[in-house]
């Protein structure tokens, strides 16, 4: 694996875990060779999800499941779901614990296994800012790819 992570919609109600094979990236960037950072770094390019997988259990399917019945409780069917009061801060709560967990996964060593794999959180989609994104991040790659990340999201790398 070059890259593993997670992802989720713009309600984060939808959490999918990413895994990025060497071959696949490396026919990415033998097609569009401009785009080997994005071909890198985004989970949307990525070409192994665990969701739905055949023969693999999700152990993500709880997590979605507490999900969805949290964003039902801060949603009011008459208000657009995008505007509900507390959405806002529903979807802010999924991110930072997914950050938070995966910092500590990192902490424990669980993506050992992978030692030269990339490691990503990104909310896909969602109107969330690329310094946010960057701080989630910030733990879970060493400086190098810490910065190559920030450089993805085009963002000051100081």
Do not use: Y
Request: proline share 4%.
């Amino acid at each position: 694996m070059v890259g593993v992570g997670i992802a989720t919609d713009a309600d984060a109600t939808s959490i999918v875990a990413f895994a990025h094979s060497r071959r696949h990236l490396d026919d990415l960037i033998a097609e569009d060779p401009e785009f080997a950072i994005d071909a890198k770094w985004h989970l949307g390019e990525w070409d192994l999800d665990i969701l739905g997988a055949e023969g693999v259990d999700d152990p993500l399917e709880p997590i979605r499941a507490e999900a969805e019945r949290a964003k039902r409780r801060c949603s009011v069917s008459s208000v657009d779901p995008g505007t509900a009061p507390g959405l806002r801060e529903f979807r802010r709560t999924v991110w930072d614990s997914i950050a938070q967990a995966l910092t500590a996964s990192v902490a424990a060593g669980f993506f050992e296994q992978w030692p030269n794999a990339v490691r990503v959180f990104l909310p896909l989609d969602a109107d969330v800012s690329e310094v946010d994104i960057a701080r989630w991040n910030a733990a879970l790659n060493d400086q190098a790819g810490t910065a190559e990340f920030r450089g993805f999201l085009q963002i000051d790398t100081v």
